[in-house]
């Protein structure tokens, strides 16, 4: 959104001096006008006119315990989405009258220069408001969403037909409008090409599908002959791209030039760039195609290894840890039980590392993450975001306990605005991923350990229901996560605090 200021003369524009208008009502119009149901804010003095306004024309004002929380409950805009920031001089937002008695004094100074000083402050004031309350248009304006050109997308076809085992590796972006999901999920499984899912397009194939691959992506890029990059990035998640074999077709597609081309000709080279919509490319590619499907070989060959590597975390997941509970345990029981329809919001380290390989998202956008740099505090904003959009379904923040201290405040949120959500703290006193490295490399543990707190009471303080789970509750671990479910349902949002133990499951993780 785009709020122009007004700069003529008021000779041009008349001034209501007697208005109770403000500008307030006028960025509440153009929110309505834009299709905005809510807004999510911490109430402040200099922000007081837009809420009301805002309040007046039935968009719903959620206030949040912490400013952080309301811009990730809001998070999204146009191109590669994110927060905007747009700043409103405090003097636009209020009424005539209020504004001209701190601007026009009751008594100027006498002489020339206190005449002036008074004439100059009444015009500034008539400048200011000239016009303000007059029509003008508010609808959206145009989004400028790049698309691959007609070469760019036969290009790609070609490279796709001629190879034999090409893999996708999909990224947020792919979520993004205007492309339905379903048409995107249809266009990959038509495509048969196996694919590995990040960030927020977890989930775009459903829980199990027989082109979906979850592990041993290194070895898989080694192997490939073409790998397409979907709105995947070749950062540190990547290696910078040295994980990509230089023998393999390469195929970048990203909105964002400056992420298409991240790294290149250092560890890796693309065969074509794409800056455009990833969405609407797939599709193109999948009717470009038709009659094509990947060798079957290739993607059943990935799914043997990532049989025999679930089958190997299983079994990990059942070993006894020094103390407390095993955290994939946990995590596996949670997948288990967790509804069709559930929206997974994942905040946190150690944790959420391994609740990344064990969860598996219901369908698009039920997986909603920090992102590339492990922003930690989305927790309670993300899950306040989705369960107002989705009421009917389950939200579950998966919290490691360091995490969990930036947003647990909102379960007051949660309570007030009746928006019940479930939460899980794996408590392992510490902030393990950042340990897990320091430890080894510099001799100490400093800074880095935690307390078992209770964060189970903390949730009944703010009006939700907290439960604590131990070793002595392995066996009854499903009815407590039932309840739970139970409690979220009849309106009460919940926290499971979840005493775990340490395994190696992670080790060699990078935390940098």
């Avoid at 890029?221 to 540190?236: I, N, P, R, S």
């Avoid at 760039?273 to 590619?285: E, H, P, T």
């Amino acid at each position: 959104t785009v709020v122009a200021s007004y700069n003529c003369s008021h000779s041009c524009h008349s001034t209501d001096t007697q208005s109770t208008r403000h500008g307030g009502e006028s960025v509440a119009e153009v929110l309505r006008a834009h299709g905005i149901k809510y807004v999510f804010t911490l109430v402040g003095g200099h922000i007081s006119p837009i809420l009301v306004a805002c309040e007046k024309v039935g968009i719903r004002v959620v206030d949040t315990r912490h400013e952080a929380t309301a811009v990730f409950a809001a998070d999204a805009v146009s191109g590669t989405p994110g927060p905007v920031f747009i700043e409103f001089p405090l003097d636009t937002l209020y009424p005539f009258h209020l504004v001209s008695k701190e601007f026009i004094p009751k008594s100027p100074p006498k002489g020339l220069m206190g005449n002036l000083i008074a004439w100059y402050m009444k015009n500034h004031m008539l400048n200011l408001y000239a016009g303000a309350w007059e029509p003008r248009d508010v609808s959206p304006l145009p989004v400028h969403i790049p698309l691959a050109t007609d070469d760019q997308v036969q290009k790609c076809i070609e490279l796709v037909s001629r190879a034999k085992k090409p893999v996708i590796l999909l990224g947020s972006q792919a979520v993004l409008a205007p492309t339905p999901a379903e048409e995107i999920r249809k266009a990959l499984e038509g495509l048969g090409i196996p694919c590995f899912l990040g960030g927020m397009s977890r989930g775009i194939l459903g829980k199990d599908s027989p082109i979906q691959i979850r592990q041993n992506r290194r070895d898989a890029l080694k192997e490939a002959d073409l790998v397409l990059l979907a709105g995947t990035v070749c950062d540190f998640r990547l290696g910078y791209g040295r994980v990509l074999s230089r023998h393999s077709k390469i195929i970048a597609v990203n909105r964002d030039k400056s992420q298409l081309l991240k790294n290149s000709d250092l560890f890796w080279k693309p065969t074509i760039a794409v800056q455009g919509d990833v969405g609407s490319l797939l599709v193109q590619l999948s009717k470009g195609l038709k009659g094509y499907h990947c060798p079957q070989e290739w993607p059943q060959s990935l799914k043997a290894q990532d049989a025999t590597k679930e089958a190997a975390n299983r079994a990990k997941a059942e070993e006894k840890t020094e103390q407390h509970l095993n955290p994939l345990k946990v995590l596996y029981r949670v997948d288990e039980l967790m509804a069709e329809d559930a929206v997974i919001v994942v905040d946190g380290g150690d944790f959420v590392g391994s609740a990344a390989y064990i969860l598996r998202p219901r369908g698009p956008l039920h997986w909603l993450d920090p992102g590339a740099f492990g922003t930690l505090g989305v927790g309670g904003g993300f899950a306040l975001g989705a369960k107002l959009c989705r009421p009917d379904s389950e939200v579950w923040i998966i919290y490691g306990d360091g995490s969990s201290g930036y947003s647990i405040a909102e379960f007051d949120t949660f309570t007030r605005h009746k928006t019940p959500i479930i939460a899980v703290v794996g408590n392992d006193a510490g902030w393990t991923q950042i340990s897990r490295e320091q430890v080894p490399m510099l001799g100490s543990n400093v800074a880095c350990g935690l307390a078992f707190t209770d964060y189970h009471t903390v949730a009944d303080g703010y009006g939700g229901k907290g439960y604590l789970m131990g070793r002595e509750d392995e066996e009854k671990m499903s009815d407590i996560i039932r309840k739970a479910q139970k409690e979220t349902r009849e309106g009460k949002a919940t926290l499971l605090n979840v005493l775990i133990g340490k395994t190696n499951f992670r080790e060699g993780s990078v935390s940098v």
